[in-house]
């Protein structure tokens, strides 16, 4: 099954984000939060920004998944943020000057996204921001040009006020278990029976990945395929 939808891979950054050193702490059970957390897709084509409340109502049981709203300035009907100086070249083809410019724009954005939807400041000091580049960037020599491009736009980022920035590059198979896990949440196939849930095939500019999980395992399906 081919499931598209607008930020996909950074649906499931949100769900996530309750792990990893960036993340807030694990709240005890039962607790409700309410949480604002910003992804940005740096893809091959482009970075886009997106921005999500995750929610946990009074009286969810421990294992419930949160609920994850897209928060935009028109009522989540359009996709992520892709402000011009975004638009022309992914982050591996471009220059300094044009990742600062890049990461700038978001951050702008982002902070009067915030402000008009009431987040308070400290929340906004402290929110996780997680920029996420994928095959556009895991083509470059990681070593080398790879490393300067991420140092030089999570400086950015912070610069612009947000500290609690990671910029990383995700490799192919975190990319598709990304968008199958956001997927089924937005089925709401995820946690059910493997039958149940569904495959994903996501064509992007530089890569394609697929997702499923098969009927049979077995010996002859190599595990990095699994």
């Given at each position: 099954m081919m499931f598209r939808s607008s930020g996909l891979a950074g649906l499931l950054l949100a769900v996530g984000s309750c792990t990893g050193s960036a993340a807030p702490a694990p709240p005890a059970p039962n607790t409700p939060y309410s949480y604002f957390v910003a992804v940005g897709d740096a893809g091959s084509s482009g970075t886009r920004l997106y921005v999500y409340n995750v929610i946990r109502p009074a009286g969810a049981t421990a294992t419930q998944l949160p609920t994850v709203k897209l928060v935009s300035q028109d009522g989540g009907k359009a996709g992520g943020y892709k402000p011009p100086e975004c638009s022309v070249k992914g982050l591996a083809d471009s220059s300094d000057d044009q990742i600062t410019k890049c990461m700038n724009?978001?951050?702008?954005?982002l902070g009067t996204l915030l402000d008009i939807n009431g987040v308070p400041?400290?929340?906004?000091?402290?929110?996780?921001?997680?920029?996420?580049?994928?095959?556009?960037?895991?083509?470059?020599?990681i070593?080398?040009?790879?490393?300067?491009?991420?140092?030089?736009?999570e400086?950015?980022?912070?610069?612009?006020?947000?500290?609690?920035?990671?910029?990383?590059?995700?490799?192919?198979?975190?990319?598709?278990?990304?968008a199958w896990i956001a997927a089924n949440y937005m089925n709401k196939t995820l946690g059910g029976?493997?039958?149940?849930?569904?495959?994903?095939?996501?064509?992007?500019?530089?890569?394609?990945?697929?997702?499923?999980?098969?009927?049979i395992l077995n010996n002859r399906s190599p595990i990095s395929f699994i």
């Open positions: 724009a978001l951050t702008t954005y400041a400290l929340v906004k000091t402290n929110m996780r921001v997680a920029v996420r580049a994928t095959a556009g960037v895991r083509i470059v020599d070593g080398n040009q790879g490393v300067h491009v991420l140092t030089v736009a400086a950015a980022i912070k610069a612009g006020g947000f500290q609690n920035t990671t910029v990383r590059v995700i490799d192919g198979a975190f990319e598709s278990e990304y029976p493997a039958s149940d849930t569904i495959g994903i095939l996501e064509i992007g500019g530089a890569s394609e990945q697929i997702a499923f999980i098969p009927q």
